[in-house]
């Protein structure tokens, strides 16, 4: 994503809930300076909705604005357009969106040039792995490798070493996922009621609204 960041065209980055949107969008905002906004608060949205124009002018003091959960607002697609046609030169949009969010054809036919689309995915096991037991990352790495030469050229796999705790954390990988909120907690009840969490918000907050 860092090669975009310098060009003009507006990052549309769509993930699940939980899966870092709103954590990468803060990295940024501290690393590029810019300013953030969330159109989960209804005030902004009805603002945006209501006059992008007038909106948009309380952030142009910064060169970046990044827009999280842009999937609640009516006629996102149409307003980012409108923005990056009268600010673009001056004003790098940065935007997400979760749930049904479809940034491709109902966002993005609006956006034909202007956007360029990434998704974001919970932790892979690799990066899990790196997380939450960096030693044993390196170690998988190597035996990654090795699998990749066996296959190419039938060379010798050494046996795995730390077996017993590879197949620990790929047990709490697969029962639990990769959301890092559910990932960096310790306590197994405690991520069940994460996970519990975030189905509910996900059938209460996109479910229902995508289905009015």
Same mark, same amino acid.
């Given at each position: 994503m860092d090669k975009w960041l310098e060009r003009k065209e507006i990052l549309l980055i769509k993930g699940a809930r939980q899966s870092g949107k709103t954590t990468l969008l803060l990295h940024l905002k501290e690393k590029l300076d810019g300013n953030y906004i969330t159109l989960e608060d209804e005030e902004l949205k009805k603002s945006l909705e209501s006059n992008p124009k007038q909106f948009v002018k309380r952030y142009l003091d910064k060169k970046v604005l990044l827009v999280d959960e842009a999937q609640y607002t009516k006629d996102i697609g149409k307003i980012l357009k409108l923005l990056y046609d009268l600010h673009g030169e001056k004003l790098k949009l940065i935007v997400t969106g979760s749930g049904s969010f479809d940034i491709k054809v109902e966002v993005g036919k609006y956006l034909v040039?202007?956007?360029?689309?990434? *998704?974001?995915?919970?932790?892979?096991?690799e990066e899990f792995l790196l997380w939450k037991a960096k030693d044993l990352h390196k170690i998988f790495t190597d035996y990654k490798?090795?699998?990749?030469?066996?296959?190419?050229?039938? #060379? !010798?796999?050494? #046996?795995?070493?730390?077996? &017993?705790?590879?197949?620990?954390?790929?047990? !709490?990988?697969?029962?639990?996922?990769?959301?890092?909120?559910?990932?960096?907690? =310790? =306590? =197994? *009840?405690?991520? &069940?009621?994460?996970? !519990?969490?975030?189905?509910?918000?996900?059938?209460?907050? =996109?479910v229902f609204f995508f289905l009015g």
């Amino acid at each position: 994503m860092d090669k975009w960041l310098e060009r003009k065209e507006i990052l549309l980055i769509k993930g699940a809930r939980q899966s870092g949107k709103t954590t990468l969008l803060l990295h940024l905002k501290e690393k590029l300076d810019g300013n953030y906004i969330t159109l989960e608060d209804e005030e902004l949205k009805k603002s945006l909705e209501s006059n992008p124009k007038q909106f948009v002018k309380r952030y142009l003091d910064k060169k970046v604005l990044l827009v999280d959960e842009a999937q609640y607002t009516k006629d996102i697609g149409k307003i980012l357009k409108l923005l990056y046609d009268l600010h673009g030169e001056k004003l790098k949009l940065i935007v997400t969106g979760s749930g049904s969010f479809d940034i491709k054809v109902e966002v993005g036919k609006y956006l034909v040039g202007r956007a360029i689309y990434f *998704e974001l995915f919970p932790l892979s096991f690799e990066e899990f792995l790196l997380w939450k037991a960096k030693d044993l990352h390196k170690i998988f790495t190597d035996y990654k490798s090795q699998l990749m030469d066996f296959v190419h050229s039938g #060379e !010798k796999i050494n #046996e795995p070493v730390f077996e &017993k705790e590879f197949y620990s954390l790929l047990e !709490k990988y697969i029962v639990f996922g990769g959301f890092p909120a559910v990932v960096k907690e =310790d =306590d =197994d *009840e405690l991520k &069940k009621e994460l996970l !519990k969490n975030l189905v509910r918000t996900y059938v209460e907050k =996109d479910v229902f609204f995508f289905l009015g």
